[in-house]
Every structure is written in C-alpha cells, then in structure tokens.
C-alpha cells in the first residue's frame, strides 16, 4: 500500500505523533488538517480478564474536498496507521472500516470522522478457511497462528505480537502453549520476546 494523507500532532505529553492513510491506488500524498481531537481509540471490552483486546480508532479531520478515495466496500483496502514519532514505534495499526459520509454543503468546512478497526478485529468479517486444503490434514498451533496473522495483516506491517498470559491447557499444566512459538524467532519474523 502507498501512502495517500498524512498528519502530524502533539498529545498532552508533548509527544508528536503521525496519522497515516495508506491506499492501493494513491499516487500521491497530501496533508490532511485534524481536529482538536485529532485521534481516539476505543476498546471492545476495559474488562482486565478478557483475552483478546479488540479496538477500533475514530480520525477526526477538517475538509472542504470531498474525500471520495477513502470510501472502500471492502474491509482491508484502506491502512490506517498511528506513529508515536518521539518513541519511534508503531501505535497502533488498522483498516478503514467501510462507510459513506456526508457532507450539508453549507459551510466551507466539514467535520469527517474516519472509522477504522485493528487488524485483530477484521478477522470477525473473514470466513474460516484451510491454511493449504493440499497439504496435510493437521497444522501445528504455530502454523495456525501464523496463518491467521497472514490474513490479519497482509502487508506484514506489524512487528510484534503480544500473547495473553492464559495460554495453559490446565491449572495444573506446566507446559505453555505458545512458548515455542515466542522462544525461537519466526520465520516471517513477527514475534520477539
């Protein structure tokens, strides 16, 4: 995907962070105005014992174009992403959830909320499938994990996966899950300990 608006804020911290848009057919970049709220993230659930944490984003810019390239009917055309420039990291990671707006067309300027799910929420929308329907029969937790993260972010923009720590068969289960998966580096390498 190639970078198609971009824009830069400060928080309450003084940190300076960067909202990117990334679309398959831009071909060009341009600056968008934010407002003063310019980034929100909401989770699924605030409950600590849940075990996946899902999110969604709300991007919240000002515009007096109609925004036309970022409409998609499908759910992982358009990237959505937060850089936390100061720590230099990613923040968080997303798609364009797909929407329509509207615009009164009586003041100069309209307010646009872009909405975006996390890449762990797009597989709510994705039917199951095999991982290779000509290969074996069984896969290991690894391979599964790892196909599942194919679809979740295809464009392999994550670095890091972070596992909950319930990942035992039992109480009493000594041995963990997912532990081979986080001591040995990956192939594709996502997961660092």
């Known amino acids: 995907m190639k970078l198609r608006y971009y824009s830069e ?25 934010l407002t003063d709220s310019p980034f929100t993230v909401e989770y699924e659930s605030d409950t600590l014992y849940k075990p996946l944490k899902m999110s969604n984003s709300v991007t919240s810019i000002l515009t007096d174009k109609i925004l036309s390239d970022l409409y998609t009917a499908e759910g992982q055309n358009i990237e959505v ?27 100069p300027l309209n307010l646009v909320e872009l909405q975006a799910i996390d890449s762990i929420s797009v597989l709510e929308n994705r039917k199951y499938s095999y991982i290779n329907s000509s290969e074996i029969y ?16 295809p464009g392999k923009v994550l670095g890091k996966l972070y596992f909950h720590k319930a ?21 594709l390498g996502r997961i660092k300990n």
């Open 9 to 33: 804020f400060k928080s309450r911290k003084d940190k300076t962070y960067r909202i990117e848009i990334h679309t398959v057919f831009a071909t060009y970049s341009e600056e968008l105005t």
């Open 81 to 107: 992403r937060l850089y936390n420039k100061t720590d230099d990291v990613l923040e968080w990671f997303g798609y364009m959830s797909p929407n329509l707006y509207s615009s009164d067309y009586i003041t």
């Open 138 to 153: 069984f896969k290991s937790f690894k391979d599964v994990i790892m196909h599942i993260l194919d679809i979740a972010d």
């Open 167 to 187: 990942n035992r068969i039992s109480k009493e289960a000594t041995a963990s899950l997912i532990e081979d998966i986080t001591s040995v580096p990956l192939k």
